[in-house]
């Protein structure tokens, strides 16, 4: 693929190369509301960047993910 230029959360522009990937696992995390009700929260990941910008602290490169967040909410089973 080839470079191209992306605009981050920040503003900033800069050049990355998309990454194809494989999931390899897509869990979701619940969470338990006060009303009884369990909220599912799972992102999606939809594209993924490797970019030109470098970490400062480990020298390997950054990533700009693209993704969405899929939400479920169900009410509890009733005691059979």
């Not at 470079?3 to 959360?9: E, G, H, I, Q």
């Not at 990355?16 to 494989?22: P, R, S, T």
């Not at 960047?49 to 400062?56: A, R």
């Amino acid at each position: 693929m080839w470079p191209m230029r992306l605009k981050l959360p920040d503003g900033r522009e800069v050049n990355g190369v998309e990454v194809g990937f494989n999931v390899v696992n897509e869990e979701w995390s619940e969470f338990r509301l006060e009303n009884g009700k369990v909220l599912r929260v799972k992102p999606v990941v939809l594209k993924v960047y490797e970019l030109d910008d470098l970490d400062p602290l480990t020298g390997e490169p950054d990533y700009l993910v693209r993704s969405q967040t899929v939400i479920s909410v169900s009410s509890p089973k009733e005691e059979e």
